[in-house]
């Protein structure tokens, strides 16, 4: 081997160890590099997952009260509606009623069903009837001959102003009030009634 050749070997010596060299610092920093990054990765999916799933959850409960919230509009305004239709049927409830005690075969009717049921709740002695001012005298007549025939020994007929429809038995402490206002009085109860059978109940 001559000089230049020599020369050659070592300068391919030299190369192929700093390659060697180069390789092995390239691969220890790649294997650095990875040691680094895989945590890093893994703790940045670990994040993700989480950010996503606090996503998920507010999501969730973002929608929750929006179905709760227009739940509770939609009973507010179901109830609005329930209570129009109430206030409505008051009114023409209390018209009905004025309607029908002004009616001659109404009111005949009215009377003597609750003075039937009057005469079979209360005392037979002495009763006291509030009525209307301007209930016709044939009629009071009428309805005496009524209870006489079923026991009531005495029958006071008392003509009071704030009175407009029905009347009101009165025997001692104890009263049936047939009167509009009476058998409106329980409020609560006949709009309980009017819905059961505004819904369907009564066919």
């Given at each position: ?70 739940r509770g509009q939609q ?70 001959q009524f209870l006489l ?34 058998l409106l009085a329980d ?17």
């Amino acid at each position: 081997m001559n000089s230049g050749q020599a020369a050659a070997a070592l300068l391919q010596l030299v190369a192929d160890n700093r390659e060697a060299k180069c390789r092995a610092l390239s691969q220890r920093a790649a294997a650095e590099a990875r040691a680094i990054v895989q945590p890093a990765h893994a703790q940045a999916r670990v994040r993700v997952r989480a950010a996503l799933e606090e996503a998920r959850r507010s999501a969730g409960e973002r929608l929750a009260r929006g179905q709760a919230r227009r739940r509770g509009q939609q009973r507010i305004a179901e109830q609005k509606r329930l209570k129009a239709r109430l206030e409505l049927a008051w009114r023409e409830l209390n018209e009905l009623l004025a309607r029908s005690w002004q009616d001659p075969g109404e009111r005949r009717r009215w009377v003597e069903a609750y003075a039937q049921r009057a005469a079979s709740v209360l005392p037979r002695d002495a009763w006291e009837i509030a009525h209307p001012a301007a209930w016709p005298e044939a009629e009071r007549a009428q309805l005496r001959q009524f209870l006489l025939a079923r026991g009531v020994s005495r029958i006071d007929f008392a003509p009071d102003r704030g009175l407009s429809a029905g009347v009101k038995f009165r025997a001692g402490s104890s009263t049936l009030d047939a009167t509009s206002a009476g058998l409106l009085a329980d409020r609560a109860g006949v709009e309980a009634r009017l819905l059961f059978y505004a819904q369907g109940g009564a066919r």
